[in-house]
């Protein structure tokens, strides 16, 4: 053993920590701390683009009713008696059959909690009157929140609005 080697045998036997210490500084525990750190970040790149996935779907859904509504409106001969909104979960205990039943049960309320469904008779020519029928309520995004643990500002919701127009088909044609 040359001297350089004693040298650093020697350096290295007084900066060795004593047997009672030495325990803590294996390497048994390393694969659970790094998934420790990593799990927020395989979080955010899996599950993000799921809930943005499901506020499109969501938009798809309101955009089904409201079609759905305006259908049921356009071949209603009295839909002006039913003009007007309501709220989820209340639309539910309107009468079978009214526009803003119908376009409520096609909703869930899961997805848009407390959405808006309004009818509207939009007024033109004796021959060219419409039916319309929105459907607007807020979508709560679940995982784009973790965003808020990296420090980005993200919004809690995003507004889902879809608005359907048909003609009224109990009417007279345009000549």
């Known amino acids: 053993m040359g001297i350089k080697t004693a040298v650093w045998k020697t350096i290295w036997d007084r900066l060795r920590l004593p047997p009672s210490l030495g325990v803590c500084l294996n390497s048994k525990g390393q ?6 750190l990593v799990f927020m970040l395989l979080l955010v790149v899996a599950w993000i683009p799921a809930d943005f996935g499901l506020a499109f779907y969501t938009g798809q859904l309101a955009l089904n009713a409201s079609r759905e509504g305006a259908r049921i409106g ?13 709220s989820l979960p209340a639309c ?3 009468t079978d059959g009214t526009v803003l039943k119908e376009t409520a049960k096609r ?18 020519a004796t021959c060219n009157q419409t039916v319309q029928v929105q459907v607007v309520g807020n979508y709560n995004y679940s995982f784009y929140r973790l965003l808020r643990f990296f420090g980005v500002n993200v919004p809690p919701t995003v507004q889902i609005t879809r608005t359907t127009e048909m003609r009224w088909e109990h009417q007279n044609p345009c000549t």
């Not at 694969?31 to 420790?36: C, G, K, N, R, Y």
Request: proline share 5%; charged share 5%.
């Open 31 to 36: 694969a659970l701390v790094e998934f420790t």
């Open 74 to 86: 356009a071949a209603d001969p009295n839909y002006s008696a039913q003009v007007g909104n309501c």
């Open 92 to 94: 539910y205990s309107l």
């Open 107 to 124: 909703l869930s309320s899961a997805l848009l909690p407390g959405a808006t469904i309004t009818v509207v008779a939009l007024a033109g």
